[in-house]
């Protein structure tokens, strides 16, 4: 379904049940879409969800998961603290080797959300990161992430980084990036982005 123009109603019209379902109640299914019942605008820009995910390559470098990626259009973030929720899981195999998890915004700086020595095929890595607009050029990353065995008590790290110069007018990828000494040491499976958008952001 897809929004309908809304009419322009001439004097003495006749109106029929077909011309007020298309104005009325399909544009407002339509509109609903993007507002939950609580009036709260959480809009899902993308969500993935692979069966094996994604996996770094070895040697230890940066892997950029490209299957991964998420576009922001351009404009997306028009207001201070707009926001990005990102959240997903990795996986990881066997390996007790140094690992890490990275974002990075367009042409902003590559900043480490995760990093630490962990093996065991029971072991997850889940995480939330909130990436806030600041001013037109600028913005910070916020969360948390935590690892433990399957219903195990986890370890948590904290996020707290700026994203570097982004220029928040021009569209941008936003990438995830993981490394390891063995190739597929860590993979990431279910992840998903969603906003938080505003109409009246302030810097201060």
Do not use: C
Not at 25 to 35: A, E, H, M
Not at 175 to 194: H, N, P
């Amino acid at each position: 379904m897809s929004f309908t123009t809304f009419r322009t109603w001439v004097p003495l019209e006749v109106v029929t049940a077909a011309m007020l379902n298309e104005q009325i109640r399909d544009n407002g299914n339509v509109l609903k879409t993007y507002i939950d019942d609580d009036g709260s605008h959480r809009t899902l820009l993308q969500g993935f969800a692979f069966s094996a995910g994604q996996g770094n390559a070895g040697g230890g470098g940066d892997t950029q998961l490209t299957s991964y990626d998420v576009t922001i259009p351009a404009s997306y973030l028009s207001q201070p603290g707009d926001t990005l929720i990102v959240e997903g899981t990795f996986a990881q195999s066997a390996t007790s080797e140094a690992k890490t998890i990275k974002l990075k915004v367009g042409g902003g700086t590559l900043r480490t959300i995760f990093t630490a020595t962990t093996g065991g095929t029971t072991v997850v890595i889940t995480f939330r990161v909130v990436v806030t607009r600041r001013t037109s050029t600028t913005g910070v990353m916020a969360g948390f992430v935590g690892y433990a065995a399957h219903n195990g008590a986890p370890t948590w790290q904290l996020v707290n980084a700026t994203t570097g110069t982004v220029a928040w007018a021009n569209s941008q990828t936003l990438a995830i990036f993981a490394s390891g000494a063995t190739a597929a040491s860590l993979f990431l499976t279910d992840y998903y982005v969603r906003s938080g958008r505003g109409l009246n952001g302030v810097t201060v």
